[in-house]
């Protein structure tokens, strides 16, 4: 209770500011709007000229936040909702707008990470250290993006190298016996840049077997081959091994699990006149995954592993300076087994392979001076393998139009559509506990789909107050449920559809140069349209809000504040049981120590807030930790 009149007096502050801050003499742009952008139409663009829902997270917002993994940046996000078994090096899963994990697309630098085994990708793999900027679509995009993009897309952008010889070190030492040490030097050999990175992170946990150990390097090459042709070529590979702890309600678990993980791009940007541009990317990764039991009794081993290779292709046609048509087409590939400790397969049939073909025209057209337009469609073709070669395509088209009534009024409105095909362990998941009882996948299963549209506001005022507001709705069908069919037998089926609606709301203040505030609140009502008709979906909860507090003295200190409420959440479909709301906070405090060094002091879960995230896994109360980031 005391919480939440604390969440409302903070809310009474900013909106009395962003009523008086219009008053204030003239300032300047401090806000977002001029950054460039590239995931909302592959072609960059200004914030402001987008004409779809886009939040962009600096590498500056991320140094100030004080987060150590990138979920954790993304956790004080407005209409995202970060979910976490644990403490660092933890499984988590990321919603927006009341998705599920595997209905959110995450890419870097364009390029697909979710995993096709369950659907969703592991961020624990991908090392914050090499981040420059994160940029967050919400609503279904799988016209531009393809498979999984129904409830947004959040595209990770890595560092580029600089352009003199640069090393960064950082160190970190906290609760639970926390340790983080990373390496990050850079620099220029002629024409062409390079870039390492290197970080390890350590922690015994705070539950028994929540103990965890991760490695992650990087590498990056950029440079031209010729004056009209430039080339990237990175890598990246982790080593993780964790204790999966288990749910409360269970006997502890001396479960674990080791990851590997590792991936080669080769992009290349090619000129042909003084206008247009090619793209392509080619690429290569794979994982394997160790989960181990260690029961006496029950003793399992399962081992995965998975494997990807694809191209990407893209053509950017200037037609008149404000008129861009982008043609682009990819494929790609996955490999996937599953073995047991006697070497049986979790999957029905053995190793499966899934594969992608695509094709995708995109028109941005700025048909007047204060009309944009962004028309798209994207026809998929995805073959797995099952009784034979299945076969399935989807077409999704979109429309986008951004309304500028002045220099600092804007109105955005868009139609889309997405859609998510099942995953392997939904098609092939085949473990067989005896009597006919255990959990079996459905390779009958077809692709979810949504479809949704969003209208919002965007205005400016007098450069010291940025306000936006929208709301969006949306409907999906053929969701993919596990149901308990008869006895102990469990069984993946396209069981239920849903709906989704809200309003999405946001402020950003800079009344001075050294301060600045942002404050976001998310209203969703998301709703079973089946079996439990009316009823809301699990971990969708209806009221979202978060805080951002950012002041710097003269003298080099520099505060950051960021709190987030999060109402409470039912756990299953029969909405049964709810977890209660909460709210935490997380502060750092930062000092110079030279003209790009500093030291730092972190604390979370500031309000020492009992909560948890997942049912039958809570999270640790207030911690603290400190360190230092030295550039030489």
Same mark, same amino acid.
């Given at each position: 209770?005391?919480?939440?009149?604390?969440?409302?007096?903070?809310?009474?502050?900013?909106?009395?500011?962003?009523?008086?801050?219009? !008053?204030?003499?003239? =300032?300047?742009?401090?806000?977002? +709007?001029?950054?460039?952008?590239?995931?909302?139409?592959?072609?960059?663009?200004?914030?402001?000229?987008?004409?779809?829902?886009?939040?962009?997270?600096?590498?500056?917002?991320?140094?100030?936040?004080?987060?150590?993994?990138?979920?954790?940046?993304?956790?004080?996000?407005?209409?995202?909702?970060?979910?976490?078994?644990?403490?660092?090096?933890?499984?988590?899963?990321?919603?927006?707008?009341?998705?599920?994990?595997?209905?959110?697309? $995450?890419?870097?630098?364009?390029?697909?990470?979710?995993?096709?085994?369950?659907?969703?990708?592991?961020?624990?793999?991908?090392?914050?250290?090499?981040?420059?900027?994160?940029?967050?679509?919400?609503?279904?995009?799988?016209?531009?993006?393809?498979?999984?993009?129904?409830?947004?897309?959040?595209? $990770?952008?890595?560092?580029?190298?600089?352009?003199?010889?640069?090393?960064?070190?950082?160190?970190?030492?906290?609760?639970?016996?926390?340790?983080?040490?990373?390496?990050?030097?850079?620099?220029?050999?002629?024409?062409?840049?390079?870039?390492?990175?290197?970080?390890?992170?350590?922690?015994?946990?705070?539950?028994?077997?929540?103990?965890?150990?991760?490695?992650?390097?990087?590498?990056?090459?950029?440079?031209?081959?010729?004056?009209?042709?430039?080339?990237?070529?990175?890598?990246?590979?982790?080593?993780?091994?964790?204790?999966?702890?288990?749910?409360?309600?269970?006997?502890?678990?001396?479960?674990?699990?080791?990851?590997?993980?590792?991936?080669?791009?080769?992009?290349?940007?090619?000129?042909?006149?003084?206008?247009?541009?090619?793209?392509?990317?080619?690429?290569?990764?794979?994982?394997?995954?160790?989960?181990?039991?260690?029961?006496?009794?029950?003793?399992?081993?399962?081992?995965?592993?998975?494997?990807?290779?694809?191209?990407?292709?893209?053509?950017?046609?200037?037609?008149?300076?404000?008129?861009?048509?982008?043609?682009?087409?990819?494929?790609?590939?996955?490999?996937?087994? #599953?073995?047991?400790?006697?070497?049986?397969?979790?999957?029905?049939?053995?190793?499966?392979?899934?594969?992608?073909?695509?094709?995708?025209?995109?028109?941005?057209?700025?048909?007047?001076?204060?009309?944009?337009?962004? #028309?798209?469609?994207?026809?998929?073709?995805?073959?797995?393998? =099952?009784? =034979?070669?299945?076969?399935?395509?989807?077409?999704?088209?979109?429309?986008?139009?951004?309304?500028?009534?002045?220099?600092?009024?804007?109105?955005? +409105?868009?139609?889309?559509?997405?859609?998510?095909?099942?995953?392997?362990?939904?098609?092939?998941?085949?473990?067989?506990?005896?009597? =006919?009882?255990?959990?079996?996948?459905?390779?009958?299963?077809?692709?979810?789909?949504?479809?949704?549209?969003?209208?919002? !506001?965007?205005?400016?005022?007098?450069?010291?107050?940025?306000?936006?507001?929208?709301?969006?709705?949306?409907?999906?069908?053929?969701?993919?449920?596990?149901?308990?069919?008869?006895?102990?037998?469990?069984?993946?089926?396209?069981?239920?559809?849903?709906?989704?609606?809200?309003?999405?709301?946001?402020?950003?203040?800079?009344?001075?140069?050294?301060?600045?505030?942002?404050?976001?609140?998310?209203?969703?009502?998301?709703?079973?349209?089946?079996?439990?008709?009316?009823?809301?979906?699990?971990?969708?909860?209806?009221?979202?809000?978060?805080?951002?507090?950012?002041?710097?003295?003269?003298?080099?200190?520099?505060?950051?504040?960021?709190?987030?409420?999060?109402?409470?959440?039912?756990?299953?479909?029969?909405?049964?049981?709810?977890?209660?709301?909460?709210?935490?906070?997380?502060?750092?405090?930062?000092?110079?120590?030279?003209?790009?060094?500093?030291?730092?002091?972190?604390?979370?879960?500031?309000?020492?807030?009992?909560?948890?995230?997942?049912?039958?896994?809570?999270?640790?109360?207030?911690?603290?930790?400190?360190?230092?980031?030295?550039?030489?």
């Amino acid at each position: 209770m005391k919480m939440r009149k604390l969440w409302i007096l903070v809310t009474l502050m900013v909106v009395s500011v962003t009523v008086w801050a219009p !008053l204030q003499a003239q =300032g300047q742009d401090v806000f977002d +709007l001029g950054k460039i952008v590239i995931t909302a139409t592959r072609i960059p663009n200004l914030l402001q000229n987008v004409p779809v829902s886009t939040t962009l997270i600096t590498r500056e917002d991320i140094e100030k936040s004080g987060a150590r993994t990138i979920s954790e940046v993304l956790e004080f996000t407005g209409g995202v909702l970060v979910r976490s078994y644990g403490t660092i090096g933890a499984a988590g899963s990321l919603s927006i707008r009341g998705s599920t994990d595997s209905e959110v697309l $995450i890419l870097m630098d364009g390029r697909p990470l979710n995993d096709p085994v369950r659907g969703g990708a592991d961020l624990n793999a991908y090392s914050l250290d090499n981040v420059e900027a994160i940029e967050i679509l919400r609503g279904p995009f799988s016209a531009v993006y393809g498979a999984n993009a129904m409830g947004g897309v959040i595209n $990770i952008i890595t560092r580029k190298p600089p352009s003199e010889l640069t090393a960064k070190i950082s160190a970190s030492y906290g609760s639970f016996n926390t340790s983080i040490i990373s390496v990050s030097p850079g620099g220029s050999l002629g024409k062409w840049g390079w870039l390492l990175t290197a970080d390890n992170i350590s922690s015994d946990g705070w539950r028994e077997n929540s103990a965890y150990q991760g490695n992650h390097y990087t590498a990056r090459l950029d440079g031209p081959l010729t004056d009209s042709i430039k080339v990237t070529l990175s890598a990246n590979c982790a080593t993780r091994h964790l204790g999966m702890p288990g749910s409360i309600y269970w006997a502890p678990s001396q479960a674990t699990q080791d990851n590997d993980d590792g991936g080669i791009t080769l992009a290349l940007k090619a000129k042909p006149n003084q206008h247009s541009e090619i793209s392509a990317r080619l690429f290569t990764e794979s994982r394997q995954l160790i989960a181990d039991t260690h029961d006496p009794g029950w003793p399992t081993r399962d081992t995965t592993n998975a494997s990807a290779r694809g191209l990407e292709l893209n053509y950017h046609w200037p037609v008149s300076p404000k008129h861009m048509l982008t043609l682009g087409g990819d494929i790609r590939e996955d490999e996937v087994s #599953l073995t047991a400790a006697d070497g049986s397969s979790r999957l029905a049939g053995g190793k499966k392979s899934v594969s992608t073909r695509a094709l995708y025209f995109e028109d941005q057209w700025q048909v007047a001076p204060y009309l944009t337009v962004l #028309l798209g469609t994207r026809w998929d073709e995805f073959s797995r393998e =099952g009784s =034979g070669i299945h076969t399935e395509s989807k077409l999704c088209p979109m429309i986008a139009t951004l309304l500028e009534f002045d220099e600092r009024t804007r109105i955005r +409105l868009n139609y889309g559509q997405g859609y998510h095909p099942p995953t392997v362990f939904d098609l092939y998941w085949y473990e067989d506990w005896g009597g =006919g009882s255990g959990m079996f996948g459905n390779p009958d299963l077809i692709p979810e789909e949504s479809t949704g549209y969003e209208i919002g !506001l965007e205005r400016e005022f007098n450069k010291l107050v940025l306000g936006r507001v929208s709301y969006f709705y949306s409907e999906a069908k053929n969701l993919i449920v596990w149901v308990n069919t008869v006895g102990w037998t469990w069984e993946a089926v396209n069981f239920t559809n849903a709906s989704f609606s809200g309003i999405e709301a946001e402020v950003k203040l800079a009344p001075s140069p050294n301060f600045s505030c942002s404050l976001s609140y998310t209203n969703l009502d998301s709703r079973d349209r089946a079996e439990y008709s009316g009823n809301y979906l699990p971990y969708a909860p209806s009221q979202k809000s978060d805080l951002t507090l950012s002041w710097r003295a003269d003298s080099g200190v520099q505060i950051s504040l960021q709190g987030e409420y999060v109402g409470g959440m039912y756990t299953n479909r029969e909405n049964t049981h709810k977890l209660d709301p909460y709210t935490i906070g997380r502060l750092r405090v930062s000092w110079k120590t030279g003209q790009e060094s500093e030291a730092f002091l972190v604390l979370d879960n500031l309000f020492n807030q009992e909560y948890q995230m997942v049912e039958g896994y809570p999270l640790p109360g207030l911690t603290l930790r400190g360190g230092f980031n030295l550039v030489i």
